[in-house]
């Protein structure tokens, strides 16, 4: 004991010693070192960390404020810029961008297929052989599929509005969501989660935590896989009991490895539907190069994770706002009602046209402005040789972002941004507002699923809309407020009564 005592204190005036030189070095001598922002995010992650994870609040909520008062470009944290510009987010996504995707975003293991790919010369080929599936036309073909799933869908709000029964709608949602492009992926009835009672599958409350524990991946971008690399070695029961998240991360990605393994033997689906797998399962004359089967069940798995939680979270933005606003609902109500003249049809109207509808087309703008997909840090590189952004010359190599959240809610462009305005839409200008809208994000890593998500977006709420009236219950906004993990998550869930809309004629 006597003699551990110096070495301990030893220890630690070492250790003190090392965050003195190295907060030193940060402000005075790191190639940042000149960039505007809190002295405590220059000196350490503990900044950011100090919102970020704590579950009130997120880091992208301050960003305003820091760049108020230091400027366009802020250096958010030891080694991270923060960009607040127009100009500069379209210079960093731009189609034929030479920023790279950092790894501090793109490390996640169950992803790491095309999404983890950080260069657009390695990710574009790759991506491109998916993007004809998700090609308009794909999708218009795909909406048999797809109303199948929204048919299903609708027959659980008949059956709550007959028993008088509350609906858990984000997780409806969720199960919608990811029934459709499970079942769009595997050409088969997908993960089935509608049938789970109450919608409360253990895969997608497991999925909530799983994006909670992710947030942790930005920090320790080798550690964090080094450590899901340990805990996959405890046992399935070990897993399901300590750590769930990582259970049905497992699962997710078992059933995507077999059911893509399925695809990948029969050259395509048994009865021919087509589905994104096709890209490789199909023979190909031009192509040099097919991703092994674990590349395959990630690449599954980001379609899973990048296709379910994000339009669900905007559908239950627009079902939220417009239950608490009579006037939008009656307006939106009323278009309905001309362009969905059978609501009860098999046969629902198409994507094609309902997106010319004016009003329904503004509250899914609002809806994904307000929603966002990805709302904070998609983090890039800056390309080798440094970039001038805002006129401030900028290293190569330098991790820089730009939230979507800062553009979406700038109250400069979108007056009172937390109001549900459909309207501003609608408003002469709003062709200026276009340029500011970024929910899918721009360039060459932008969604490869809008099509698909707009298809759901549009007939998940007309027909729910036209068909039943919602009323919130055990639902505040509290409930409603979010977190950044990511893509973004409520801290609660939207939960409504259903009634039958009574038909006039
Ligand atoms: C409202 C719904 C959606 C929104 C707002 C949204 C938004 C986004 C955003 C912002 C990105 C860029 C992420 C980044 O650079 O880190 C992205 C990428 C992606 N999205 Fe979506 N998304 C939606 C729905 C979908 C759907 C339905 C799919 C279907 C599979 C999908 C598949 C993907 C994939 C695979 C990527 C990665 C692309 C790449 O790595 O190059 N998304 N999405």
Redesign the pocket.
């Known amino acids: 004991m006597a003699v551990s005592l110096p070495y301990s204190a030893l220890a630690v005036v070492a250790v003190v010693a090392f965050l003195v030189l190295r907060a030193v070095y940060r402000v005075t001598f790191h190639p940042l070192a000149k960039f505007p922002g809190p002295k405590l995010a220059a000196i350490s992650s503990i900044y950011q960390a100090w919102y970020d994870l704590r579950p009130e609040t997120s880091y992208i909520f301050e960003f305003a404020r820091l760049h108020e008062k230091f400027g366009p470009i802020v250096r958010i944290t030891p080694n991270q810029l923060h960009v607040f510009d127009i100009a500069a987010y379209n210079e960093i996504f731009k189609i034929g961008t030479r920023y790279a995707?950092h790894r501090d975003?793109?490390n996640n293991e169950a992803a790491d297929g095309?999404?983890n790919?950080l260069e657009l010369k390695t990710?574009k080929p790759w991506?491109d052989a998916y993007q004809p599936y998700?090609s308009k036309g794909a999708i218009t073909r795909l909406e048999p599929l797809i109303n199948s799933r929204i048919k299903k869908f609708l027959s659980k709000f008949e059956l709550a509005a007959a028993n008088n029964e509350p609906m858990d709608l984000s997780m409806g949602f969720r199960s919608v969501?990811s029934d459709v492009?499970t079942s769009y992926m595997f050409a088969d009835n997908g993960f089935e989660l509608l049938d789970v009672k109450d919608f409360q599958s253990s895969i997608l409350i497991a999925l909530e935590q799983y994006f909670d524990f992710s947030q942790w991946a930005t920090y320790w971008p080798n550690f964090m896989p080094w450590l899901t690399r340990q805990l996959q070695k405890l046992t399935e029961e070990q897993q399901e009991k300590f750590i769930p998240a990582l259970a049905a991360t497992n699962w997710i990605t078992e059933q995507c490895r077999l059911k893509v393994e399925r695809i990948m033997q029969n050259g395509g689906s048994e009865d021919g539907t087509p589905t994104v797998f096709d890209a490789w399962a199909k023979p190909k004359e031009k192509r040099t190069w097919t991703p092994n089967m674990r590349q395959m069940t990630a690449d599954a798995f980001?379609?899973?994770g990048?296709?379910t939680d994000?339009?669900a979270?905007?559908l239950t933005t627009a079902t939220w706002h417009l239950i608490n606003n009579e006037e939008c609902l009656q307006k939106l109500r009323a278009e309905l009602h001309e362009a969905v003249k059978e609501p009860e049809s098999e046969q629902l109207v198409s994507t094609n046209v309902l997106e010319t509808l004016p009003y329904l087309r503004a509250v899914v703008k609002e809806a994904?402005r307000m929603?966002?997909?990805?709302p904070g840090r998609?983090a890039r590189v800056v390309p080798e040789g440094g970039a001038v952004l805002c006129g401030q010359k900028i290293p190569g190599g330098t991790a820089i972002t730009s939230a979507?959240y800062c553009y979406h809610f700038d109250p400069k462009v979108f007056p009172s941004p937390h109001t549900f305005d459909p309207e501003r839409w609608l408003a002469p200008d709003a062709a200026q507002l276009e340029s500011r809208f970024?929910?899918?994000?721009k360039g060459?890593?932008?969604?490869?699923?809008?099509n698909?998500?707009y298809a759901?977006?549009y007939l998940n709420l007309a027909y729910m809309v036209r068909r039943f009236d919602l009323e919130a219950c055990q639902t505040t906004d509290r409930d409603m407020e979010w977190k950044d993990n990511f893509v973004v998550t409520t801290k609660g869930h939207l939960r409504v009564k259903v009634k039958r809309v009574e038909e006039d004629n």
């Not at 929603?371 to 990805?374: A, D, Q």
């Not at 970024?438 to 994000?441: K, L, P, V």
């Not at 060459?444 to 809008?450: D, K, L």
């Open positions: 995707r975003n793109y095309f999404f790919q990710a991506r998700f969501t492009v980001t379609f899973h990048a296709g994000t339009t979270h905007t994904l929603s966002m997909g990805v998609m979507c970024m929910a899918f994000s060459p890593r932008s969604c490869i699923g809008i698909l998500a759901e977006l």
